[in-house]
């Protein structure tokens, strides 16, 4: 059955990197668990890090139902309860001076509209970003992710700029502060340079790094904006990631986890002196203000507040990071846990595991076949990043289910045990 629904989904869609065709057909989902259509259940330890509080969470399901039966959809040019209190919850959480908030349906929206304010706050078209990063794809989006996108594409926005990435193993902090430098002293035209504080692939910067940025951004009237769609809302331990680094942006977008895994939802949260262009619409979506998808949101962030899901995301990463020290001691193949909270990735031997070893890719598929579902973070490393709603029980099982996984890697290559 599951075999029929997936070629029939490969016959319809058109192919992707990513999501087609597709490994598996889903039947149900609750908490951290994914069923299949065969009765397999998969612990998710990636979700799209739209799962802060799991999947199909009661309290959301039921506020989602209530705001059917109450106010369905509300016109653009209309205001509603649920819009007003989300603007109002997020900007209450905003450390920085007076904000202002946009919504839009998904992140790739949202970061067109930072990018739109940056360009009238300071009437410089062209962009910084970090090559290898990721925002969206959208033209304008996609184009800063990386310098020459697949060429059948064609043309991009003009005037983007790339610099080394922080996480580049040959000192790549410093030579991104140098890049920036560079190319703010050749160009009177950036105006604004976005990037993710801490990167979705789990690099933690060092802590001097984007204060560096911050004060060269300042120096040259850029605005600096934060790109926390898969990093924001309590996932590192604090409510922005942003809070980790030492610096805080001109502007932030959050998305994917907004929207409680249920709805698609994406907020731009800025510097109320940018709200300078009244008369344009810099993100007049038909679902702007929509109340069902605000609601979501609102109800999310009060389930992570009520619950104290973001103390309880930084206390986790610290009984992971032990838990998998304890591994790696008797499992070789198993090499460091980076990230912050539960944005997590463990890093296995790149000498054993990569492009010219044992793929990534089968990793990925033996963690699945035992009950792990997750993605790669790079050519020898995976997602672990569970719900934020993640029991201890839970916990405890999926780390022996990544112990029996890498055992069987280890043996399957031959690298020994250290017991």
């Known amino acids: 059955m599951s075999g029929d629904l997936v070629a029939r989904d490969a016959a319809a869609f058109f192919h992707q990197d990513g999501s087609s065709p597709c490994v598996s057909a889903l039947h149900a989902v609750d908490g951290v ?5 065969t009765g397999r259940r998969l612990l998710n330890l990636h979700g799209n890090t739209a799962h802060h509080i799991g999947y199909a969470h009661p309290e959301l399901i039921a506020a989602l139902k209530d705001q059917l039966d109450r106010l369905p959809f509300s016109p653009r040019r209309f205001t509603n309860e649920p819009a007003v209190a989300l603007a109002e919850k997020l900007l209450s959480k905003w450390p920085g001076p007076p904000a202002r908030v946009l919504f839009a349906t998904g992140g790739s929206d949202a970061i067109e509209i930072a990018l739109k304010l940056a360009r009238v706050a300071t009437g410089r078209p062209e962009t910084i970003s970090i090559e290898g990063s990721y925002h969206g794809h959208g033209f304008g989006a996609f184009g800063l992710s990386c310098t020459a996108p697949d060429a059948r594409l064609g043309p991009f926005l003009p005037g983007r700029h790339h610099v080394t990435p922080y996480w580049h193993p040959d000192d790549g902090a410093a030579r991104m502060v140098g890049d920036v430098r560079r190319v703010l002293e050749a160009s009177s035209r950036i105006g604004a340079l976005i990037a993710e504080p801490i990167r979705s692939n789990c690099h933690v910067p060092p802590p001097w790094l984007w204060p560096q940025i911050r004060q060269l951004c300042d120096a040259h009237g850029v605005l600096l904006i934060f790109d926390e769609i898969p990093s924001g809302l309590g996932k590192t331990g604090r409510f922005f990631a942003f809070e980790h680094v030492g610096a805080t942006p001109d502007a932030v977008v959050l ?12 907020a731009v949260i800025a ?26 949101a ?5 389930i992570i507040e009520r619950d104290g899901l973001i103390a309880r995301a930084a206390w986790l990463e610290t009984e992971i990071r032990a838990r998998v020290a304890r591994m790696r001691a008797k499992t070789p193949l198993i ?9 997590l990735a463990i890093g296995l031997d790149p000498d054993r595991v990569g492009e010219a070893s044992l793929p990534i890719a089968a990793i990925i598929d033996l963690l699945r076949d035992h009950g792990l579902s997750t993605t790669a973070k790079g050519p020898s490393s995976f997602g672990f990043s569970p719900p934020l709603t993640i029991s201890d029980a839970e916990l405890d099982w999926a780390l022996d289910r990544l112990g029996e996984a890498m055992a069987a890697a280890r043996a399957s290559i031959g690298v020994p045990s250290n017991t």
Do not use: C, F, Q
Request: proline share 5%; no cysteine.
């Open 271 to 296: 510097d109320a002196r940018l709200n300078l262009a009244p008369e344009l619409s810099l993100g007049h979506y038909t679902h702007e203000k929509n109340p069902v998808t605000t609601r979501a």
């Open 298 to 302: 609102l109800t999310m962030i009060g």
């Open 255 to 266: 998305g994917k986890a907004l929207g409680g895994g249920i709805l698609p939802i994406a």
């Open 33 to 37: 668990w994914l069923e299949d259509d």
């Open 335 to 343: 090499d460091h846990v980076r990230g912050k909270g539960l944005l």
